[in-house]
């Protein structure tokens, strides 16, 4: 659980999921650091030049004395003094805005240690207040909305509902677009991925704002500063593949999407063929003409080197199917690849075929579900057979960012049953044990440590459950 001392201090993203959600969780945001105003604010806002002096120096005292007992976390002791401070004099000097941060600390300490409900709201109102407070004395609308949203999302669950926040979020990317502040682009892209898959974004909005959060992410690790280069890591590795999964939506990116992200790895191999494969039908499921300059060379390529070397299928099916691979139609591909292995009554290719459509689900589609799905049919064909349980394990182990955030609790505990179904494969096939034993030694050093398990009173082998799309019993084992 969070505790309130991870509020306001050096920026140290923890990435983990809620019950509520599989988004990667992050601490609350530290405020910016910002050039002192040079002029009071033109509001309404107290400062300490408008108070007379008795009054004034109570206020200015009442600062000094809070601010020290809030360094120590002593919140409780330090609200009423912060009441006379803020109160008195809500914009300090017109230039400071720290007493907004450490009201918000000290009610969400509060409302962390209180029981009584309707208590608890009314600390959540006062934060929110504070926030408002804060928009009305020094502006910066799209940061605190932003704030809000964190917060509503991460320490007071429930409170808002998740198209709310959406649109909270959405605000500091419509006013700061690849400036976005760091603290909203993963709860964002997690929220932008649901509501995409759930029909209540419409893929043009979905296009528009994934577009800006992968700006947002060049822009943030290319320009950041200090302890905000570790954000921007951790960040990097979350929100980029989550919208690499909308490759899966037919028609969600077009052409110049998928040559900005591909063609390069086409000229780093041009003579390779997996290479060529891929970025071809990348290219063609984006859209991309017969006329694109990238496209031709891509066919030029392929009709080259590779042309030879494919397989002709006899099936009608067959053949229909590997054409609509190469064009990138993956909902045409998959369709006559199963009408296949309905069809024949080799058991060895209704393993072969199905096997490729698990394959097609993992790493074209992105839907992980079917994948494991067609895997195991495809084991339930030819026994003994490592292959299949080498992709679920490496499902498995891809669902990171998926499941958490590609670190943090979520995000290892998917090494488990990956190494699980590893260990599998190489028990009843030999031939897989070299690529088992390799994936089983990179993945056990991502498996939780020894206090990660002790901080959640779980016992190393005991019996655990992977959330998430997994849902599977797995032994609790740890790294170290």
């Known amino acids: 659980m969070k505790t309130i001392i991870k509020i306001f201090i050096p920026i140290v993203l923890l990435l983990s999921c809620s019950p509520k959600t599989i988004a990667p969780e992050v601490t609350s945001p530290e405020a910016p650091k910002q050039e002192p105003t040079k002029m009071q604010p033109e509001n309404d806002c107290t400062t300490f030049s408008q108070l007379s002096g008795n009054k004034r120096d109570e206020v200015e005292t009442a600062y000094v004395l809070y601010k020290d007992l809030a360094k120590q976390q002593k919140y409780k002791e330090a609200l009423p003094l912060w009441e006379t401070a803020y109160y008195g004099a809500p914009a300090s000097n017109g230039r400071v805005k720290y007493q907004f941060d450490d009201g918000v600390a000290i009610y969400t300490y509060l409302h962390s240690i209180e029981k009584d409900e309707a208590i608890k709201k009314s600390y959540i109102d006062s934060v929110m207040s504070i926030y408002d407070k804060r928009i009305?004395?020094?502006?910066?609308?799209?940061?605190?909305?932003?704030?809000?949203?964190?917060?509503?999302?991460?320490?007071?669950?429930?409170?808002?509902?998740?198209?709310?926040?959406?649109?909270?979020?959405?605000?500091?990317?419509?006013?700061?677009?690849?400036?976005?502040?760091?603290?909203?682009?993963?709860?964002?892209?997690?929220?932008?991925?649901?509501?995409?898959?759930?029909?209540?974004?419409?893929?043009?909005?979905?296009?528009?704002?994934?577009?800006?959060?992968?700006?947002?992410?060049?822009?943030?690790?290319?320009?950041?500063?200090?302890?905000?280069?570790?954000?921007?890591?951790?960040?990097?590795?979350?929100?980029?593949?989550?919208?690499?999964?909308?490759?899966?939506?037919?028609?969600?990116?077009?052409?110049?999407?998928?040559?900005?992200?591909?063609?390069?790895?086409?000229?780093?191999?041009?003579?390779?063929?997996?290479?060529?494969?891929?970025?071809?039908?990348?290219?063609?499921?984006?859209?991309?003409?017969?006329?694109?300059?990238?496209?031709?060379?891509?066919?030029?390529?392929?009709?080259?080197?590779?042309?030879?070397?494919?397989?002709?299928?006899?099936?009608?099916?067959?053949?229909?199917?590997?054409?609509?691979?190469?064009?990138?139609?993956?909902?045409?591909?998959?369709?006559?690849f199963d009408a296949h292995v309905k069809s024949t009554t080799d058991s060895e290719k209704k393993a072969k075929y199905a096997l490729?459509?698990?394959?097609?689900?993992?790493?074209?589609?992105?839907?992980?579900?079917?994948?494991?799905?067609?895997?195991?049919?495809?084991?339930?064909?030819?026994?003994?057979?490592?292959?299949?349980?080498?992709?679920?394990?490496?499902?498995?182990a891809s669902s990171g960012p998926l499941c958490g955030s590609g670190r943090g609790w979520n995000s290892q505990v998917v090494t488990w049953p990956a190494i699980d179904k590893f260990i599998h494969a190489k028990s009843i096939d030999a031939s897989v044990s070299s690529e088992a034993n390799k994936l089983i030694t990179q993945y056990r050093k991502y498996m939780p440590k020894k206090a990660d398990i002790f901080q959640r009173t779980i016992k190393a082998g005991s019996s655990f459950k992977v959330p998430c799309w997994i849902q599977e019993t797995t032994k609790v084992r740890t790294a170290d």
């Open 356 to 396: 490729l459509i698990a394959k097609i689900y993992y790493g074209d589609v992105k839907n992980f579900p079917k994948a494991r799905k067609y895997a195991l049919e495809a084991a339930s064909y030819k026994p003994n057979w490592g292959d299949p349980f080498m992709l679920i394990g490496k499902l498995y």
């Open 136 to 336: 009305e004395c020094f502006g910066g609308e799209a940061y605190i909305k932003g704030r809000k949203a964190f917060d509503y999302y991460y320490t007071f669950p429930g409170i808002k509902s998740d198209a709310d926040i959406y649109e909270m979020f959405k605000l500091n990317f419509d006013v700061n677009g690849k400036k976005a502040d760091y603290f909203v682009v993963n709860p964002f892209t997690k929220l932008l991925s649901d509501r995409i898959i759930s029909g209540e974004v419409s893929h043009e909005e979905g296009r528009k704002y994934a577009k800006l959060i992968n700006k947002a992410v060049d822009y943030g690790t290319a320009n950041c500063k200090t302890t905000y280069c570790d954000a921007w890591k951790i960040i990097s590795e979350y929100a980029p593949q989550r919208l690499e999964n909308f490759e899966g939506i037919d028609g969600f990116y077009g052409c110049d999407y998928y040559a900005n992200k591909y063609y390069s790895r086409f000229e780093n191999a041009p003579t390779d063929c997996a290479i060529i494969g891929l970025v071809g039908r990348r290219l063609k499921r984006g859209g991309c003409t017969a006329d694109d300059p990238r496209l031709i060379a891509v066919t030029s390529a392929y009709n080259t080197h590779c042309k030879k070397k494919v397989e002709k299928p006899t099936s009608s099916a067959l053949r229909l199917a590997y054409d609509c691979y190469q064009n990138g139609d993956y909902t045409c591909a998959i369709t006559n």
